[in-house]
């Protein structure tokens, strides 16, 4: 295969990931013009037009999505290829571009990362918050972190933290001021604070078991927002009950400011998730990042 032509798809796929030219180049470490010639070069010698191309956005024509189908199978071995060989002489290096949730980065990715980049120091992570589900591939992500359950089957998904439940509490004046509900139904009425779905912009419903059945119940709020270190406060100042992971609740409960309800009710567990496109095309800083976090929690779990 002639060099050129192979420099033309890497640019191609690359800039199909990242949905521009500019990001696409600083990624291969080449100028903007240089990766456009490549493109426009491989555009030639394929009679066919890639990319539809604005002043805002850069998108793929039907051709350049029939062409990413087969060109990026291969692309992806051959950076898998050449990121091994050189691990085998120096460290990982290069970015690492991921997407998180704001829970998510306050339950797994925050104590870890500080250590992550003293460790790999030629690794560097971008990372974006945002609650809203997020398209990697579209976006030009490398990896996220969810919930498992809400990871697409075709993504490579690997556990990063120990199964945990979601529990009610409140604090200990607002449940005397109120009395304490014996079952979920009794939230009728009963302040609590709301979770806000960004995506949907509505409240998410609250999740409970029963007899191995599972229910939702939609609560009555003064408050709804989507960070749950507000919805922690507004539950220590008596403001309502609140439904929270119970890795950040249980130290407020242990202290005595907040006390767990509806404990025989509580959902399953769930936990939380690196996911990423494909195993063959990790790359060397995605797979130290995959392996540092997995490392994380066998130690977790010895603690």
């Not at 120091?121 to 969810?146: C, H, K, M, T």
């Not at 009555?220 to 919805?231: G, M, T």
């Not at 507004?234 to 407020?252: I, K, N, R, V, W």
Request: hydrophobic share 45%.
């Amino acid at each position: 295969m002639q060099r050129d032509l192979l420099d033309g798809v890497v640019a191609f796929t690359t800039v199909a990931r990242r949905r521009s030219f500019t990001v696409a180049a600083a990624d291969l470490g080449v100028t903007p013009a240089a990766v456009s010639h490549a493109v426009k070069q491989l555009e030639a010698r394929l009679g066919v037009v890639l990319f539809a191309r604005t002043t805002r956005e850069v998108g793929l024509t039907e051709a350049g999505r029939r062409f990413l189908q087969g060109a990026q199978p291969a692309v992806e071995a051959m950076v898998a290829a050449t990121a091994s060989a050189r691990s085998l002489g120096e460290g990982p290096a290069g970015t690492v571009r991921l997407t998180t949730s704001r829970l998510a980065l306050r339950m797994v990715l925050a104590p870890v990362i500080t250590d992550f980049t003293r460790a790999y120091p030629d690794v560097r992570l971008e990372i974006v918050v945002d609650d809203a589900q997020v398209s990697l591939i579209e976006e030009g992500f490398d990896v996220g972190v969810r919930m498992g359950e809400m990871i697409a089957p075709d993504m490579v998904a690997v556990r990063v933290s120990h199964p945990f439940r979601f529990c009610v509490v409140g604090s200990p004046a607002l449940l005397e001021r109120w009395g304490r509900p014996e079952h979920p139904r009794d939230l009728k009425g009963y302040p609590c604070l709301n979770v806000l779905q960004t995506t949907r912009m509505n409240n998410y419903r609250w999740e409970f078991e029963e007899e191995g059945r599972e229910f939702e119940v939609a609560v009555d709020s003064p408050l709804s927002v989507n960070d749950f270190d507000l919805l922690m406060k507004a539950s220590l100042d008596g403001l309502g009950l609140s439904y929270q992971p119970e890795p950040l609740a249980m130290g407020h409960v242990m202290n005595g400011r907040l006390e767990r309800v509806l404990d025989r009710y509580l959902a399953g567990s769930t936990s939380w998730h690196l996911y990423y496109p494909s195993r063959l095309g990790a790359s060397a800083p995605l797979r130290a990042f995959v392996e540092f976090m997995r490392g994380r929690m066998r130690m977790a779990g010895r603690a």
